[in-house]
């Protein structure tokens, strides 16, 4: 049973994931005055990916060819640890922060790695760029994320994502806008990265990516997109779980609460998108540092006042 | 030979280990010249009985051998020495396996391979010493051989060089052991370590207080903590690649070893201060040891200061245990010292199958520059396989081991919220932060690793002619980089043998490791704080390629490949120059962390038609190795200076030399001879 809930999850991040990119895509084109495209946009995207042929660059080994199943892999797997609309508690050792994170850091080496692989300059800057973003993020994403863990007294996603007045202390709050900075960082948005770009001086994840095509990039784009519902699903289950449900019942509400959350938050990352510019490169470190004292003072605050 | 209460079958098994290796010293040094590599063969044999027994937990004995009329050597087997006995052999298999067909860097193979065989034999009496004597002697002898295997191999003046920094270190270190050593056996009035920990527990505070100050920075050497660090990434390199896996996968643990054997058994790790001490050298010198590692380009200097790293990631979880030991939490200590040991044997495993990877890649393509390497997963497909396996496992990535370890560590890092004081809250889980980011920077520095050497397309011309290894070097990596898989998936194998040390602390390990080899296997950390399913992880993983692949053969079909060259701007051919280098790579956190690296940059152009026709643009970039330069140069010039004022009493005149005795035996006589 705890396994069929959790594919079923998982499935559904899967499958929800294309809808939350069309929709944040709609908000930034009404926020910029265009029309914009349907909602549905990305699905008709991958599937156009999906049936086209592939151009494979001549120099690429098997790690070309392995990474978007691999980084598809791991996104799915680590969807199935995250608690979406049902929260059975974390049975079977699934739901553990720190198994999320590191195996979606997983699909980033691979990724990194097909980078490097066709011996083109762009990927090797694209994999540069990100394992330098990703090293500033680690840190104080943790951070964030121990502090939520050691208010719930486990880093069990399962036993965080339960109801308390922590919810609403300062603490809770400092960690939560450091996650969202990572949040931010980790789905290659704006000021961070800009998703929308294929200029060389700007890309980061584009770079490492440029070479793919066809089914491979349908692969990798709707992996990126479900870590992007999947990070969003978790810092609504860290910071703010109220409304999911513990068992069956009760889950009509939790899916009502679970979309609506992912409305706003999806909302959120759209107008930061649309109200911010995207920074120079080396100004990350003030960005990311300066969310790395918000999570450190998060904790320190916790700890102190006890919550 | 005495042996007390043992039967004579006890000793047979261990003996006969040392039987295999003493004639694999004789074969080496009686074969023909093109056969001595086949005594590699007869060491791996030696090492497989000692890994069964060590694994089987067979290995218990106390023996004391008469090595004069004065005193005997006394060994013993059974606790914490066994658990790196364990991680001794199965390094050791597989690393005279890879020997047997290991030709670059060996200059004088007999007496490399003699060498390298006492090594061993060294590192064996090392973890099963059982008196401050044989100890310091073992210990001694394991320093001097890998000296010899560090400078056997070229005789230029960088190897003598690399040879005196790894000397003064590594008996600096010695010096500081045997202070501490002997305190203890003076307070015990015995060499017995069993004598020894029976009274230091009456001392004062600050004599053990010393006892430990002395024994981390001994160990600490051998180790190579930050800033003791200096020797590791001289001396590495510098052995050929066999030792080098032998002596960052298993020597530098003995600097583990000593810390643990100290602190924790000897001492009882009751103080809180001492845990915050290697709390935090811990800290620094995972940071510092990754950075530094980044921004090399030479394979196994990267390695090496990747072991600085490592050694600091163990010591984040000892420290844990022993401010959780020092609160009177004994079940929390063992959990961080199960994960530090747990991540003992991990590092062993992977960097002893990456310096294995390096040492195969150095003898087809003849250069540690990995500038001049790439492309070589077409060539090597097994080696540049074998190698990203353990560039996975280091990085922590599940389903290897070393994600198993650090997800330990990072579970006693922040149950140090459990700890009464809130200095040691914020800082073990600050800790954790530091253990996510030294995480995060040894994915980039694998990643270029692996894919500036392997990947992409080849920048030299020996790297476009590279050849796979032969069989016996592909069998000896392929041992760790199975083990590094196995004891991802199933972490219950590590975990009884570390409730097998018996440490005091440790007593509370069984628990979490129960139920641990059946495939729903979990590890629980005390208190319900959380659970890890290696296999269910691994099923995961595995089972999501299985219907990724399945559902896109049965929907869609296969897909069409068109090959074709990389998108090139339209500038018409891509070469091997125009890649990102390792150097590129790292530039944009060289950038970032300026302040650490202080790098320095000297760019010369010159013009056939200035300012427009460049005709050649060199580039040339370094790092200021800020240890070296401000904490080891001013020591250096200080010992030179007082050397030099010491000079004035050597006259050269015997006569004087004689006066010297004289005066000095009258003021003895005077001092004691009442």
Redo the contacts between chains.
Sequence with gaps: METVIAAGQAVLLVLCAPLLQGMIKKIKALCQGRRGFGILQPYRDLHRL??K???????A???FHAAP??V???T??AA??VPVIINRG?A???G?I??IV??L??G??FT??A???????????G???E??V??????????AV?TA??AA????VA?ISVPKSFFLSPANVLAFVAFYIAVIAETGRIPVDNPDTHLELTMIHEGMI??YS??YLA?IEWSHWIKQILLLTLAADLFFPYGIAAGAEGIVFASGAWILKMLLLGTALALTESSRVKLR??KL?ALLGGA?VL??LS??TF??MGK | MTWEGYTVGALISPLSVLVIFLAGISASIVLPGRLVRYSYGLFALGAAVASVLTFGNGLSFDIRLPVSIFFSMHFSAGGLGSFFCLVLSVIALSVSIYSIGYTADMDRPRIQAVLFSLFIISMYAVFLSADVLTFLISWEVMSLVSYFLVTARIEDDDSHRTGLIYAVMTHTGTAAIITSFLMMAAAAGSLEFDAVRSVLSEQSPLFRSMVFVFAFAGFGTKAGIVPLHVWLPEAHPAAPSNASALMSGVMIKSGIYGILFVAVDLLGADTAWWGWAVLVVGAVSSILGILYALMEKDIKRLLAYSSVENIGIILLAIGSGMLFSSYGMPGLAALAIAAGLYHTINHALFKGLLFMGSGTVIQTVGTKNIEAM??L??RMPLTAFFF?TGS?AI????PFNG?VS??LI??SL?LG?KTPV?GS??MM??S???L??T???A??CF??A???SF???PRSLSAEKAEEAPAPMLAGMAVPAVLCLVLGVMPGIVLDRIADTGLPVVDGIREVAASSLSL?A???TP???????MP??FL??A???AV??IT?RVI?GR??????????CGIGA?T?R???TAT??????R??FDRLYRARRDIRISYRVPPFFVEKLTYHSEITPIFEKWLYRPIIRAVGFIARRIQLLQSGSLHLYLGYVLGTLIILLLVWGR
């Design positions: 999906f049936i042929d592939m151009v494979v660059a001549r120099s080994s098997w790690i199943y691999i598809f892999a791991s799915v797997a199935l640890f974390g079977l050792g699934l553990d720190i198994v590191y195996t850091a997983l980033k080496f990194a790695l980078g490097l692989d066709t011996g083109t300059a762009f990927g090797g800057e994999s540069s760029r394992m330098t990703g090293l500033l993020v680690e840190p104080m994403m943790m951070l121990f863990a050691v007294g486990s880093t069990n036993l440029l070479e066809g089914r692969l490169f080396f470190p790395f999570s450190l904790l320190v700890i102190v | 790439g492309g997963i077409r990203l996975v990085c922590a990535l599940p994600f650090e997800w990072f579970q922040v919220i809130v809250k914020v889980i600050v954790g932060a530091a996510a980011m995480g995060a920077v994915a980039a990643v270029k692996f894919g500036i990947l992409g397309l729903t979990i590890v629980r208190g319900g704080f959380s659970a890890l399913s269910v992880l995961a993983l089972g999501s390629v990724l692949l896109l869609i897909a069409e490949v068109r090959k074709a060259d990389v998108w090139d891509v091997p125009m890649q990102y590129a790579f790292t530039k944009p956190i950038v970032i």
